[in-house]
């Protein structure tokens, strides 16, 4: 029902202990749906994150949805990070449930009141308008700039670089056609799917 890093950790822990392994851990913790992250800080404050500033300079925001952080697949969030901070710009990475999630736009319009951003880079896909009816506002429009939609494609790289038409017709529809909807300038395809390893 919850489900994160540390509510998966403890369900290994709950079953060691019904082999008689280990202590019984605790029961599975609430999971936000909606809020800040920070790479190898748990439930990190925008106080926290300033920290990791520098000062006076503009602050990129990062969309992108919870699940990635429930199932623990942050890496193409952790590179986004990465590379801004290497072109001298502060990242907000928010995660949310959705963009038409009470919560999820709540959190974001307190965020933007407190930081505005210079730029927002959205991994979320669909759109908040429907096509072919009025524009409903986006909790992104808030600051007033730019919303780039970077995708975190469904399909694989060797799919998309052979492929003619490149991404996908999903891809294409939920990251693609549908967010230019909402207004929306389309940047690029940053992480693509990959098989999952084994571990021993």
């Known amino acids: 029902n ?14 060691a202990h019904l ?28 106080d926290t994150i300033q920290t990791q500033w520098r000062d006076g300079a503009p602050v990129a925001a990062i969309i992108f949805y919870r699940a990635l952080l429930q199932g623990n697949s ?5 590179a986004l990070i990465d590379q801004l901070r290497i072109k001298g710009l502060n990242p907000l990475p928010i995660f949310v449930s959705s963009l038409k999630e009470e919560v999820s736009i709540a959190i974001i319009e307190q965020l933007f009141g407190k930081v505005r951003p210079g730029i927002i880079l ?9 096509p072919g009816q009025n524009r409903i506002p986006s909790p992104l429009d808030g600051p007033g700039c730019p ?9 694989g790289e060797g ?7 490149g991404l996908g017709s999903r891809d294409l529809a939920m990251n693609v056609a549908l967010p230019e909807v909402d207004g929306r300038v389309l940047a690029r395809a940053v992480s693509f799917k990959t098989d999952t390893a084994y571990d021993e």
């Open 122 to 130: 959205n991994c979320t896909g669909f759109a908040v308008s429907t």
């Open 159 to 165: 799919a998309w670089s052979a492929s003619p038409h």
């Open 19 to 46: 082999l008689g392994r280990t202590e019984e851990p605790s029961g599975p913790a609430p999971f936000l749906k909606a809020g800040l992250y920070w790479p190898q800080i748990t439930l990190p404050t925008l």
């Open 74 to 78: 942050l890496a193409p969030v952790d």
């Open 147 to 155: 919303v780039l939609q970077v995708i975190f494609s469904g399909s």
């Open 2 to 15: 919850e489900g994160g890093p540390e509510n998966a950790e403890n369900l290994l822990l709950y079953c």
